[in-house]
Protein backbone atom coordinates (compact mmCIF):
# COMPACT_ATOMS: atom_id res chain seq x y z
CA UNK A 1 0.00 0.00 0.00
CA UNK A 2 1.78 3.01 -1.13
CA UNK A 3 1.85 6.32 1.28
CA UNK A 4 -0.41 9.02 0.11
CA UNK A 5 -2.89 11.36 0.01
CA UNK A 6 -5.31 12.77 -2.34
CA UNK A 7 -7.34 14.81 -3.13
CA UNK A 8 -9.70 15.03 -6.10
CA UNK A 9 -10.17 17.93 -8.30
CA UNK A 10 -13.82 19.06 -9.91
CA UNK A 11 -12.42 21.27 -13.51
CA UNK A 12 -14.92 22.37 -16.09
CA UNK A 13 -12.51 22.69 -18.65
CA UNK A 14 -13.70 25.06 -21.41
CA UNK A 15 -13.53 24.82 -25.28
CA UNK A 16 -10.61 27.12 -26.29
CA UNK A 17 -10.87 27.59 -29.98
CA UNK A 18 -7.29 29.23 -29.69
CA UNK A 19 -5.68 26.20 -28.31
CA UNK A 20 -7.89 23.65 -30.68
CA UNK A 21 -6.86 25.68 -33.61
CA UNK A 22 -2.77 25.36 -32.66
CA UNK A 23 -2.79 21.46 -32.22
CA UNK A 24 -4.41 20.95 -35.57
CA UNK A 25 -2.36 23.28 -37.16
CA UNK A 26 -5.15 24.75 -38.74
CA UNK A 27 -6.24 28.26 -39.66
CA UNK A 28 -9.87 27.50 -40.16
CA UNK A 29 -12.53 24.49 -39.72
CA UNK A 30 -15.91 24.25 -41.49
CA UNK A 31 -18.79 24.89 -39.67
CA UNK A 32 -19.52 20.87 -39.23
CA UNK A 33 -16.20 20.06 -38.22
CA UNK A 34 -16.81 22.36 -35.79
CA UNK A 35 -19.79 21.59 -33.97
CA UNK A 36 -18.78 17.78 -34.38
CA UNK A 37 -15.56 19.07 -32.50
CA UNK A 38 -17.79 21.21 -29.88
CA UNK A 39 -20.13 17.75 -29.46
CA UNK A 40 -16.33 15.58 -29.13
CA UNK A 41 -15.37 18.24 -26.58
CA UNK A 42 -18.36 18.17 -24.12
CA UNK A 43 -18.67 14.17 -23.95
CA UNK A 44 -15.05 13.88 -23.34
CA UNK A 45 -15.04 16.43 -20.51
CA UNK A 46 -17.13 14.09 -18.64
CA UNK A 47 -14.21 11.93 -19.27
CA UNK A 48 -12.06 13.93 -17.34
CA UNK A 49 -10.21 13.36 -14.05
CA UNK A 50 -7.93 15.12 -12.01
CA UNK A 51 -6.23 15.15 -8.58
CA UNK A 52 -3.79 16.16 -6.32
CA UNK A 53 -1.25 13.43 -4.85
CA UNK A 54 0.61 14.14 -2.11
CA UNK A 55 4.03 11.73 -1.03
CA UNK A 56 6.61 11.86 1.25
CA UNK A 57 8.66 12.98 -2.12
CA UNK A 58 6.41 15.55 -2.71
CA UNK A 59 3.39 16.48 -4.41
CA UNK A 60 2.28 16.12 -7.80
CA UNK A 61 -0.76 16.89 -10.00
CA UNK A 62 -2.12 14.55 -12.14
CA UNK A 63 -4.90 14.89 -14.81
CA UNK A 64 -6.18 11.87 -17.60
CA UNK A 65 -9.07 10.99 -19.70
CA UNK A 66 -10.25 7.55 -18.99
CA UNK A 67 -9.19 4.77 -21.20
CA UNK A 68 -12.55 4.77 -22.40
CA UNK A 69 -11.64 7.64 -24.57
CA UNK A 70 -8.44 5.83 -25.84
CA UNK A 71 -10.51 2.72 -27.25
CA UNK A 72 -12.45 5.11 -29.01
CA UNK A 73 -9.95 7.31 -30.57
CA UNK A 74 -8.43 3.91 -31.79
CA UNK A 75 -11.70 2.76 -33.32
CA UNK A 76 -11.92 6.69 -35.06
CA UNK A 77 -8.43 6.55 -36.15
CA UNK A 78 -9.15 3.10 -37.68
CA UNK A 79 -12.29 4.03 -39.58
CA UNK A 80 -11.02 8.12 -40.51
CA UNK A 81 -7.49 8.99 -39.76
CA UNK A 82 -8.71 12.89 -40.28
CA UNK A 83 -11.66 12.47 -37.89
CA UNK A 84 -9.29 10.84 -35.41
CA UNK A 85 -6.50 12.91 -35.49
CA UNK A 86 -9.08 15.83 -34.69
CA UNK A 87 -10.63 13.55 -32.20
CA UNK A 88 -7.39 13.44 -30.23
CA UNK A 89 -7.00 17.16 -30.34
CA UNK A 90 -9.70 17.61 -28.80
CA UNK A 91 -8.71 14.93 -25.77
CA UNK A 92 -5.11 17.10 -25.41
CA UNK A 93 -7.28 20.26 -25.44
CA UNK A 94 -9.33 18.85 -22.98
CA UNK A 95 -5.95 17.55 -20.63
CA UNK A 96 -4.27 20.95 -21.12
CA UNK A 97 -7.32 23.26 -20.07
CA UNK A 98 -7.61 21.31 -16.83
CA UNK A 99 -3.80 21.95 -16.13
CA UNK A 100 -3.59 25.40 -16.69
CA UNK A 101 -7.00 25.84 -14.79
CA UNK A 102 -5.12 24.05 -11.85
CA UNK A 103 -1.55 25.80 -12.56
CA UNK A 104 -1.58 28.96 -14.44
CA UNK A 105 1.72 29.05 -14.53
CA UNK A 106 2.24 25.96 -17.10
CA UNK A 107 0.50 28.06 -19.73
CA UNK A 108 2.84 31.00 -18.98
CA UNK A 109 6.00 28.71 -19.11
CA UNK A 110 4.63 26.69 -21.96
CA UNK A 111 5.19 23.13 -20.28
CA UNK A 112 4.21 20.71 -17.68
CA UNK A 113 7.51 19.59 -16.96
CA UNK A 114 7.63 15.59 -15.99
CA UNK A 115 8.96 14.48 -12.34
CA UNK A 116 11.62 11.99 -12.07
CA UNK A 117 10.00 8.82 -11.26
CA UNK A 118 10.31 7.38 -7.70
CA UNK A 119 8.75 4.80 -5.43
CA UNK A 120 6.13 6.49 -3.94
CA UNK A 121 4.60 8.74 -6.74
CA UNK A 122 5.18 5.36 -8.84
CA UNK A 123 3.00 3.31 -6.07
CA UNK A 124 0.52 6.05 -6.05
CA UNK A 125 0.03 6.26 -9.40
CA UNK A 126 -0.61 2.25 -9.30
CA UNK A 127 -2.97 2.57 -6.31
CA UNK A 128 -5.11 5.27 -8.81
CA UNK A 129 -5.11 2.51 -11.53
CA UNK A 130 -2.86 5.67 -13.61
CA UNK A 131 0.44 3.37 -13.16
CA UNK A 132 3.47 4.27 -15.12
CA UNK A 133 4.26 2.59 -18.33
CA UNK A 134 6.53 -0.33 -18.30
CA UNK A 135 9.77 1.05 -17.41
CA UNK A 136 8.42 4.33 -18.79
CA UNK A 137 8.33 7.52 -16.91
CA UNK A 138 5.50 8.47 -18.87
CA UNK A 139 1.57 7.35 -17.83
CA UNK A 140 -0.34 4.57 -19.22
CA UNK A 141 -3.40 6.66 -19.89
CA UNK A 142 -2.49 8.08 -23.63
CA UNK A 143 -4.33 11.27 -22.58
CA UNK A 144 -2.83 12.86 -19.31
CA UNK A 145 -0.89 14.84 -17.40
CA UNK A 146 1.65 14.50 -14.15
CA UNK A 147 3.46 17.15 -12.66
CA UNK A 148 4.64 18.63 -10.13
CA UNK A 149 2.76 20.87 -7.63
CA UNK A 150 2.96 23.56 -7.28
CA UNK A 151 5.10 25.00 -10.28
CA UNK A 152 8.82 25.14 -10.19
CA UNK A 153 10.13 25.67 -13.53
CA UNK A 154 9.49 23.94 -16.80
CA UNK A 155 12.72 22.86 -18.80
CA UNK A 156 15.06 22.82 -15.78
CA UNK A 157 13.25 20.41 -13.49
CA UNK A 158 11.99 18.12 -16.64
CA UNK A 159 12.71 14.47 -16.38
CA UNK A 160 12.20 14.51 -20.06
CA UNK A 161 14.56 17.85 -20.95
CA UNK A 162 17.16 15.19 -23.18
CA UNK A 163 14.42 13.89 -25.38
CA UNK A 164 12.46 17.06 -25.92
CA UNK A 165 12.77 19.37 -28.91
CA UNK A 166 11.98 22.66 -26.97
CA UNK A 167 14.19 21.52 -23.64
CA UNK A 168 17.35 21.24 -26.84
CA UNK A 169 17.14 24.92 -28.49
CA UNK A 170 15.04 23.40 -31.78
CA UNK A 171 12.44 25.90 -30.85
CA UNK A 172 11.93 29.29 -31.24
CA UNK A 173 9.45 30.47 -29.27
CA UNK A 174 10.17 28.32 -26.13
CA UNK A 175 11.94 29.52 -23.43
CA UNK A 176 11.86 28.96 -18.89
CA UNK A 177 13.16 30.41 -16.16
CA UNK A 178 14.65 28.50 -13.20
CA UNK A 179 12.08 29.06 -9.62
CA UNK A 180 14.48 29.49 -6.85
CA UNK A 181 14.03 26.21 -4.23
CA UNK A 182 12.93 23.86 -7.12
CA UNK A 183 14.19 20.81 -5.94
CA UNK A 184 13.18 21.63 -2.00
Not at 53 to 62: F, S
Not at 65 to 93: H, T, Y
Request: hydrophobic content about 40%; charged content about 25%; overall charge negative.
Amino acid sequence: MANYTKEVLSIQPYFDMEAIMALLQENRLGGQILENMVNTFERLAKELNAMILKTEKGNYLVVWLNESVEQEADKIFADDPEKGFRFNCVGQAIIMNAVYQIMPEVELAGCAPCPEPNDCIAKALEEENIPYLQGEPTLSRRFSVLTTLPFRGACEICYLREACPKANGQSDSFHSVELPGFNQ
